[in-house]
C-alpha cells in the first residue's frame, strides 16, 4: 500500500493510503469521456454544430468548454465531498492534506489550476515524484487525494490472534484509555513497519502510546505495540 503520514489539526499523526498514479490517471479518463460526450451532446441538441465554423463560432466553442470542464470538476467536488464521476468509479477522494474535508476554496485552486497541470503533463510528473502524490493544484491547494475503497471490516481493523493461555502484559484500565481507532492505528503501523523496514514512524508512535496509558516499558517497541494490540483483544 502506499501509506502516507498525515498530521491532523489535532496535531495526531495518522496513516491513510494515497491514490496511486494508475487509479487517479484512470480517473482523469473517465471524466475526460463523460465531459466529451456531454459537450457534443450539448451542441447537437442546440443545433449549433457548424460545418464551416467561424472564428468567433470556434472562441464560444473553446470558452464553453473551458467554463464546462472548470465547473464539472469544481462543483462536483464541492457537492460529493472530493469526487468527480472519474473518482467515484475509481475510489478516490480529494481532502485537505490535514485529512478532512476540503473547502470549497481548496476545491476552487485545484479546478483553477488543473489547465497547468494539463500541459505537457506536468501535473503527471509532478505527481509521480511527489512523495505525497500531490499535483500543481493540489500543493497549491494543500490538497491530497487518498484511496477510499471498502473499508475492512471490524475484525480486519483491530482483531489479532492471541493465544490460548494468554497473559496480558497490562491491566485493563490502562488498555481502556485507548479506543479502537487507536488500535487500528497501532496494528497498521506494526504492519508497514514489518513490510518497510522503516521504524520511524514507529518510534514516533511507541513514545506516543507509552504517554497515553502512562507506563513504561523496556520491550523494543515493536514487540510492545504488539502486546497493546493482544492486550486490547484479550479485554475485548
Request: no cysteine; glycine share 6%.
Amino acid at each position: 500500500m502506499n501509506l502516507i503520514s498525515i498530521n491532523t489539526t489535532q496535531n495526531v499523526n495518522l496513516l491513510t493510503e494515497k491514490a496511486g498514479v494508475g487509479r487517479r490517471v484512470l480517473a482523469i479518463l473517465l471524466d475526460y469521456v463523460i465531459e466529451g460526450g456531454a459537450v457534443i451532446a450539448f451542441f447537437y441538441f442546440m443545433g449549433t454544430f457548424s460545418l464551416s465554423p467561424s472564428e468567433s463560432y470556434n472562441s464560444f466553442v473553446a470558452v464553453f468548454i473551458s467554463l464546462f470542464w472548470f465547473f464539472y470538476h469544481f462543483l462536483f467536488e464541492v457537492f460529493t465531498e472530493g469526487q468527480s464521476v472519474g473518482k467515484i468509479v475509481t475510489k478516490i477522494r480529494v481532502v485537505r492534506s490535514a485529512g478532512e474535508r476540503a473547502s470549497i476554496y481548496q476545491y476552487f485552486i485545484r479546478a483553477l489550476l488543473r489547465p497547468i497541470d494539463m500541459i505537457f503533463g506536468l501535473g503527471l510528473l509532478v505527481m509521480v515524484f511527489n512523495i505525497r502524490g500531490q499535483r500543481l493544484g493540489d500543493i497549491a491547494a494543500d490538497t491530497i487525494v487518498i484511496s477510499i475503497d471498502a473499508k475492512v471490516t471490524y475484525q480486519d481493523m483491530i482483531i489479532t490472534d492471541i493465544e490460548e493461555n494468554y497473559v496480558p502484559l497490562l491491566d485493563r484500565a490502562k488498555i481502556e484509555k485507548l479506543a479502537a481507532k487507536d488500535v487500528e492505528l497501532i496494528k497498521q503501523v506494526v504492519s508497514e513497519t514489518h513490510r518497510t523496514l522503516d521504524y520511524s514512524m514507529l518510534g514516533l508512535l511507541h513514545a506516543k502510546v507509552l504517554t497515553v496509558l502512562d507506563v513504561r516499558s523496556e520491550m523494543l517497541p515493536v514487540d510492545f505495540l504488539e502486546r497493546v494490540v493482544k492486550d486490547y483483544n484479550y479485554y475485548a
